[in-house]
């Protein structure tokens, strides 16, 4: 018996069954020259279904836009040589009895003027603002909108066509669908603004456009966030009533997990219960979620940066399996756990970390 143990139970969305409740969360690699992912990416993937996850959902890729990445090495999702990459991908992932769906991306104005595969291409956003006070473009007008709208669509095509097994699409961190949600970098006065119920259509739509180009049991996420890399103490719902009004034309135009973005997955969202994120939305909605944030680890992505030493391996793990045994959510996105230890998954199940309480080098050492 394992701590763990309740995590390695089946879950099953749409068409999709797996295995346990392990989620490889997507994390920017720039490892793919030209934007095509090669075989090194291909491996890296395939290790870690061999270390046991149950669903890999790829780092950021970007659509079909010229203005969609920021970075030269970070892969596409178009064009004949990157889709052949992917496949390979596919490929790998499959033949280890794996499932992995692609998260489909686009920057927005986080990408700067001259950056990327297409440098003299302009940011696009919803108000061309980087950040309250910060232009960087001109707004996009209402047929950019509907190019991006559309390219979102073509991603989820070409992601089920390749053999993928749900799609996700990238809502979160102050990127472009986040950036209609903000009402810091959104300050349109037409359809695709307004206020915050209002300022979700431009996702509702993708949503819409994605759902209408995969079948009808094709899994589609939507990774969001409260916080912005612009702005870390940004929320976009300050209360659970507001959350609710958010989430609900999300879930009308398709959604059908949420993936929900956490720096921290054992804080309480709102004052008054001790839900976190993902626990507040499947409540309101009934929609399964996926809980991420610093799982395993004992301080969070930011504070990483500036904290020196290896992280506690085992960190929080029981009041994870705690707060999935009381319903808070269905599926735990993984990150740097994943990246330091390709085995994280099988060495959780085997209860390698089931008292690992405390970092010391001592523990640690036998386990990487």
Not at 55 to 78: C, K, M, W, Y
Not at 91 to 99: M, Q
């Amino acid at each position: 018996m394992s701590l763990l143990d309740p995590l390695f139970t089946p879950f099953q969305v749409g068409r999709l069954t797996l295995p346990n409740r392990f989620v490889m969360a997507p994390m920017t690699r720039s490892k793919s020259p030209g934007q095509v992912p090669g075989a090194d990416v291909a491996a890296y993937y395939r290790r870690r279904v061999e270390g046991g996850v149950g669903l890999l959902v790829t780092e950021g890729t970007s659509i079909d836009h010229p203005a969609a990445a920021n970075d030269p090495q970070v892969p596409r999702f178009h064009g004949d040589d990157a889709l052949a990459g992917w496949a390979n991908v596919v490929k790998e992932v499959k033949a280890a009895g794996g499932h992995i769906v692609p998260q489909i991306w686009h920057v927005g104005t986080v990408r700067k003027p001259g950056e990327g595969r297409n440098p003299d291409v302009a940011p696009i956003g919803p108000s061309g603002l980087f950040k309250p006070g910060k232009k960087t473009s001109e707004p996009a007008s209402d047929e950019e909108i509907a190019d991006l709208i559309a390219g979102y669509g073509r991603a989820a095509a070409n992601a089920e066509r390749l053999g993928f097994d749900g799609v996700e699409l990238h809502g979160a961190h102050g990127y472009l669908i986040d950036q209609f949600f903000w009402d810091g970098t959104n300050q349109r006065t037409d359809s695709y603004g307004g206020d915050m119920v209002q300022r979700t259509r431009f996702a509702a739509d993708a949503v819409r456009a994605v759902r209408a180009a995969v079948s009808p049991d094709f899994p589609v996420i939507l990774r969001w966030s409260q916080w912005k890399q612009q702005d870390y103490t940004a929320r976009l719902a300050p209360t659970p009533d507001l959350l609710e009004a958010f989430l609900e034309p999300l879930t009308d135009a398709g959604v059908d997990v949420f993936h929900c973005s956490t720096r921290r997955f054992w804080e309480a969202e709102f004052d008054g219960s001790d839900l976190n994120l993902a626990g507040w939305v499947r409540k309101l909605t009934g929609k399964p979620t996926i809980t991420v944030g610093s799982v395993g680890l004992d301080i969070d992505f930011i504070t990483s940066f500036t904290k020196s030493g290896q992280q506690n391996a085992g960190a929080n793990l029981k009041g994870l399996v705690e707060r999935f045994e009381r319903g808070e959510f269905d599926l735990v996105a993984v990150g740097r756990a994943l990246i330091a230890n390709p085995d994280w998954v099988n060495k959780a199940h085997a209860g390698a970390f089931d008292q690992l309480e405390d970092y010391t080098p001592e523990k640690l050492g036998a386990l990487f």
